[in-house]
């Protein structure tokens, strides 16, 4: 019924642009009672990061892994303003909509999460159950500021092994338990190497939108959107050394949520890579049960518009 490896399948964004996704089990279509999942990766990330959750998870359902435009394989934008959230949701929405996919367990990391949170005032209908991974409604200002720090700022490796080394100088205080293999395909997934060169797997210009943000006035939660999730099933995940997701904001979404469920990945940070093997089970084991009991939205929804601010 599906492939544990991916088809690229391409689509038309709204203003002409060409995005990216990554399909698994579309050569052979899953049955309709079988919700599928839809994975959202993080600001500077690329589909790429849920290949090993993706493959797992495939051999049940059909999974697809988007890139955001300027990110991996989707076209990069000429105009650097529209790295931004709302534009990035409507992409997703035409997306999904191209790929007939109507409802899904959506496992978002980071800015993922964001969309999806986001789309309780988009299109709450498409949500049947949510991973939330390492993120949450208050984004920690600390967290913020590493992240402004390096993306789009990161040094040009001239080969593999120096562009592991550069993964562990920017992100080593925060992941403390990867093993040398894990290093090597985090760096690989975070650069690519061209007939020119190499580069990152996202348009450097990605910062110049994210740098708008001001940390120095007060950063809006987002409440209302994590709210408006109460209908449907949520796994948080946070890594043990995040400096975005805070443990009391943890533990707010766990009092505040009524089908709220979470783990912690020890010796990550933000974001977990969703590679190892307690968290890969637990994600398994959440979209199992979530698609059994085929949560479907109901009078709970509220409308609830995206906040602005990032």
């Known amino acids: 019924m599906t492939t544990s490896m991916p088809i690229s399948r391409f689509f038309t964004a709204k203003d002409g642009l060409r995005l990216h996704m990554r399909d698994w089990g579309a050569q052979g279509p899953s049955p309709s009672s ?26 049940t359902r059909r999974v697809v892994a988007l890139d955001y435009r300027g990110r991996g ?27 007939g996919i109507e409802a899904a367990i959506f496992v978002g990391t980071s800015r993922g999460g964001l969309h999806t949170m986001l789309l309780t005032g988009t299109r709450p209908q498409l949500l049947r159950g949510v991973v939330l991974n390492d993120i949450g409604p208050v984004l920690e200002k600390d967290g913020l500021r590493r992240i402004q720090s390096y993306v789009g700022k990161l040094p040009t490796p001239t080969s593999w092994p120096e562009a592991v080394d550069i993964a562990k100088g920017v992100m080593g205080a925060q992941f403390t338990a ?8 985090y760096a690989r997934l975070t650069f690519e190497e061209t007939a020119d060169g190499f580069r990152t ?34 796994l948080a995940i946070r890594g043990e050394n995040s400096d975005l997701l805070s443990e009391e904001t943890l533990a707010e979404m766990a009092h505040r ?36 009991t085929e949560a479907a939205p109901g009078s709970g929804w509220i409308s609830v518009q995206p906040s602005p601010w990032i």
């Open 34 to 59: 079988t919700l599928p999942v839809v994975c959202l990766p993080g600001l500077s990330r690329t589909a790429g990061d849920f290949d090993v959750l993706a493959a797992r998870l495939s051999a």
């Open 73 to 99: 394989l989707s076209d990069r934008d000429p105009d650097w303003k529209h790295y931004e959230l709302f534009v990035e949701n409507i992409d997703i929405l035409t997306v999904l909509e191209a790929a």
């Open 178 to 185: 990867l093993s040398e293999t894990d290093w090597d395909a």
């Open 201 to 234: 797997r996202y348009d450097p210009a990605i910062m110049l939108a994210f740098g708008q943000m001001d940390l120095e006035k007060p950063i809006p939660a987002l409440w209302a959107q994590f709210d408006a999730l109460a209908p449907v099933p949520v």
């Open 257 to 292: 949520h009524p089908n709220f469920q979470s783990m912690t990945v020890p010796g990550q940070g933000h974001a977990p890579l969703l590679m190892d093997e307690p968290t890969l089970a637990r994600i398994e084991a959440f979209v199992s049960a979530t698609a059994r």
